[in-house]
């Protein structure tokens, strides 16, 4: 059964071709920078890498361009688009609506407009690719996995607010959770790893946006982003953890605007803020060249991921395996050593060698004496939604 998982942004649409159960990768591509001049489109099927710059001003165009390149009798992979039996949808925010993956009608729509208010960035653009899969690909089933979804077993205690109940109540102020598939897809990949019946697991997604999960058996009990994906670690712009009262104070005495400040907190602080640059390659650059700021930065970075680990560690009373993941955790050894540098109270020792190594594959970089398995563990979000697809509608 081909499954084809798109994962659309308010500028971009990630798309991938799974032949399912056997969870072959058939095409995978990106369509970016559309609405504006020059949007790209790179695709890989068959061996082929091909890069295109196109005029792509809406959803629509790209996804169309996509089915072109399918279609394509040289370069293509399918010879109709019926050949597509079902279409995996990302969402980012299903609110307290969706504790599982979801056939898409027109109530399920319609929840996902109405939790565009709590995720402005994403869910917009997310629906946008429903809507023109749906016209695209009339016969087949289209199916919605929500980032929230393996976050709906966080218990009150960790999800609820200090704020009167009738927030939590009536206006649905709780944590949420985000990066819902990459932690459930890489704790499994551990959980599958260590072959233990019980586990306690700490999952550690570190991209442009970063979040810590605490997985216990298999279940989120407690994760760092929380009513929107803007609390907890140090991001690429967004500062995560601040003081609340920094909002007012900026408001009140520094004369900004809400609108300003919203935008100084989520696209010109963390690492953006800290140090002018966002990509984290070029942070490590800097850092290695004695500047001072970035290396201050780094170390901020590792300390935030560092006090999560205590935490969750305290809420699980225990540890089994740290997981590194996305695009940082996955390639920058140097986060990853000061992330669990003077950690062995916890049972937590990195063998810097292990490491230092490059591996696509999920790899164990601990020492043999540490009691605590650090595991680096590539992110599939797409293979997991292909997953939950083939399941709901097999
Ligand atoms: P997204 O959240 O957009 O899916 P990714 O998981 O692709 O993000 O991660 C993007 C981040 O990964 C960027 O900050 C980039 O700097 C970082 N990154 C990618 N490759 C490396 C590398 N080799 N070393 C350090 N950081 C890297």
Redesign the pocket.
């Known amino acids: 059964m081909k499954i084809l998982i798109i994962n659309s942004g308010s500028s971009s649409i990630k798309f991938q071709l799974m032949e399912m159960p056997s969870e072959t990768l058939i095409c995978n591509g990106l369509v970016e920078r559309i609405g504006y001049k020059n949007a790209t489109i790179s695709y890989k099927a068959n061996g082929d890498n091909l890069h295109q710059t196109h005029t792509i001003e809406t959803h629509r165009q790209g996804l169309e361009r996509v089915v072109e390149l399918l279609l394509d009798p040289e370069k293509g992979v399918i010879t109709h688009t019926n050949d597509i039996k079902v279409v995996g949808h990302r969402v980012v925010h299903g609110g307290n609506s969706f504790s599982d993956t979801t056939l898409i009608t027109a109530e399920v729509k319609e929840k996902i407009q109405e939790y565009a208010a709590l995720a402005p960035l994403h869910n917009p653009g997310n629906l946008e690719g429903i809507l023109v899969a749906e016209e695209i690909f009339p016969a087949a089933k289209q199916v919605v996995v929500f980032d929230t979804t393996f976050h709906q077993t966080i218990p009150a205690k960790a999800k609820r607010y200090a704020i009167p109940t009738s927030l939590y109540e009536v206006h649905g102020i709780q944590v949420y959770g985000f990066h819902g598939t990459s932690h459930q897809f890489v704790s499994e990949k551990a959980i599958a790893y260590l072959g233990l019946k019980s586990s306690k697991i700490i999952t550690i997604h570190l991209?442009?946006?970063c979040s810590m999960t605490a997985v216990l058996d298999g279940k989120s009990i407690d994760h760092s982003l929380g009513f929107t994906p803007s609390n907890g670690l140090i991001m690429?712009s967004r500062s995560g953890d601040i003081d609340h009262a920094i909002i007012f104070h900026l408001v009140n005495h520094l004369n900004y605007s809400l609108d300003e400040v919203k935008t100084l907190l989520t696209n010109q602080s963390g690492m953006l803020g800290l140090t002018g640059h966002?990509?984290?390659?070029d942070i490590?650059a800097e850092a290695e060249n004695k500047n001072k700021e970035c290396q201050l930065a780094l170390s901020m970075n590792a300390y935030r991921i560092k006090k999560y680990i205590g935490a969750y560690t305290a809420a699980m009373n225990g540890l089994d395996a740290i997981v590194f993941t996305?695009?940082?955790g996955e390639?920058?050894s140097v986060i990853r050593q000061l992330a669990c540098e003077d950690l062995e109270v916890l049972g937590i020792i990195l063998d810097s060698s292990k490491n230092d190594k490059r591996s696509a594959e999920l790899r164990e970089i601990n020492t043999a004496e540490s009691k605590v398995k650090i595991l680096v563990i590539p992110t599939n979000e797409e293979l997991e939604i292909a997953k939950q697809a083939f399941e709901l509608v097999e």
């Open positions: 991209g442009n946006g690429g966002m990509d984290l390659r490590q996305a695009g940082i390639n920058s």
